[in-house]
């Protein structure tokens, strides 16, 4: 079993930026990839970054290229989630994922709203 726990989130006026952290503990949580997803209220939960167990590889949603960058730090099991440039269409709960061959633990959500 894998433990996430996210933080970080909160309230940000559009054009700011925050940071996210993903604190992973339990069964090779450092040999895992990792991910973060999002829900708006009324969306479904939608893939918005991930990053290999190595750390060498990321991935983004086209809506967040070049604005968000994922990274990872294996020392303190440990992924974090930059957000610059946010809009109010950021506004969801933000889900930290990890898993071998799919996406098997989450953890419990934090929020971010964006005000215009």
Same mark, same amino acid.
Do not use: H
């Given at each position: 079993? %894998?433990? !996430?726990? @996210?933080?970080?989130? +909160? !309230? %940000?006026?559009? +054009?700011?930026? !925050? /940071? !996210?952290?993903?604190?992973?503990?339990?069964?090779?949580?450092?040999?895992?990839?990792?991910?973060?997803? /999002?829900?708006?209220?009324?969306?479904?939960? @939608?893939?918005?970054?991930?990053?290999?167990?190595?750390?060498?590889?990321?991935?983004?949603?086209?809506?967040?290229? +070049? /604005?968000?960058?994922?990274?990872?730090?294996?020392?303190?099991?440990?992924?974090?989630?930059?957000?610059? /440039?946010?809009?109010? @269409?950021?506004?969801?709960?933000?889900?930290?994922?990890?898993?071998?061959?799919?996406?098997?633990?989450?953890?419990?959500?934090?929020?971010?709203?964006?005000?215009?």
């Amino acid at each position: 079993q %894998v433990q !996430l726990v @996210e933080s970080g989130g +909160g !309230l %940000v006026q559009a +054009g700011g930026s !925050l /940071r !996210l952290a993903c604190a992973a503990s339990g069964r090779a949580s450092s040999t895992i990839a990792m991910g973060w997803f /999002r829900q708006a209220p009324g969306k479904e939960r @939608e893939f918005v970054a991930g990053i290999t167990s190595s750390g060498n590889i990321a991935n983004y949603a086209d809506s967040v290229k +070049g /604005r968000f960058t994922i990274s990872r730090d294996n020392a303190k099991n440990a992924a974090y989630l930059q957000m610059n /440039r946010l809009k109010p @269409e950021d506004t969801a709960v933000y889900y930290c994922a990890a898993g071998y061959n799919a996406y098997d633990y989450w953890g419990q959500g934090t929020q971010v709203t964006v005000s215009s």
